[in-house]
């Protein structure tokens, strides 16, 4: 078997001694891979912590506000309906940070449209606590500004979507 490899040998078997110096151009290009490989390879480390403590912090709200059910009874249902949607509205807006987490994970890229739902649901949950406070009519509507702005660039950046498929007209 082995004698049918001396004049023909395959490609893992062949060596090549004549490897000639990398010139200047190619030693950056090679500097640039290796140092872009490592970035790649911290982000994802990080990255990978960063998702652990999402879902370490999430675990605990929803422990937090199961626990925190057993006091509803004691208080007026004005109270008890306020603690458990603050901390419901809190918990989506950890979700939506851990799915922009993943999307980096599977895309390489985050998507405008994850943060700018991230950014919404916080929003939103600020504009419940208005619900339960007096606050000045100038502050709301600077919250109303921000979260009409944030639907017109969620619409935008539906619409001028790179990925989006251009349809015939």
Same mark, same amino acid.
């Given at each position: #078997?082995?004698? =049918?490899?001396?004049?023909? *040998?395959?490609?893992?078997?062949? $060596? %090549?001694?004549? !490897? #000639? *110096?990398? %010139? *200047?151009?190619?030693?950056?290009?090679?500097?640039?891979?290796?140092?872009?490989?490592?970035? /790649?390879?911290? $982000?994802?480390?990080?990255?990978?912590?960063?998702? !652990?403590?999402?879902?370490?912090?999430?675990?605990?709200?929803?422990?937090?506000?199961?626990?925190?059910?057993?006091?509803?009874?004691?208080?007026?249902?004005? /109270? @008890?309906?306020?603690?458990? #949607?603050?901390?419901?509205?809190?918990?989506? @807006?950890?979700?939506? &940070?851990? =799915?922009? @987490?993943?999307?980096?994970?599977?895309?390489?890229?985050?998507? $405008?449209?994850?943060?700018?739902?991230?950014?919404?649901? $916080?929003?939103?949950?600020?504009?419940? &606590?208005?619900?339960?406070?007096?606050? /000045?009519?100038?502050?709301?509507?600077?919250?109303?500004?921000?979260?009409?702005?944030? !639907? &017109?660039?969620?619409?935008?950046?539906? =619409?001028?979507?790179?990925? =989006?498929?251009?349809? *015939?007209?």
């Amino acid at each position: #078997m082995f004698y =049918r490899y001396l004049n023909n *040998p395959p490609k893992f078997m062949k $060596v %090549n001694f004549n !490897v #000639m *110096p990398l %010139n *200047p151009a190619e030693l950056v290009r090679n500097i640039g891979n290796i140092s872009s490989r490592l970035f /790649e390879g911290l $982000v994802r480390i990080i990255l990978s912590l960063l998702i !652990v403590t999402i879902l370490i912090a999430m675990v605990w709200a929803i422990i937090k506000t199961l626990t925190g059910l057993q006091g509803i009874f004691s208080k007026d249902i004005h /109270e @008890a309906l306020k603690v458990v #949607m603050l901390n419901s509205l809190t918990i989506l @807006a950890l979700l939506e &940070v851990f =799915r922009t @987490a993943l999307a980096y994970f599977s895309e390489g890229r985050v998507k $405008v449209t994850y943060i700018i739902d991230t950014v919404l649901v $916080v929003i939103l949950t600020e504009v419940m &606590v208005f619900w339960f406070k007096e606050i /000045e009519y100038s502050r709301i509507l600077m919250v109303i500004a921000l979260v009409l702005s944030l !639907v &017109v660039a969620r619409i935008l950046v539906i =619409r001028f979507s790179p990925t =989006r498929r251009e349809e *015939p007209r």
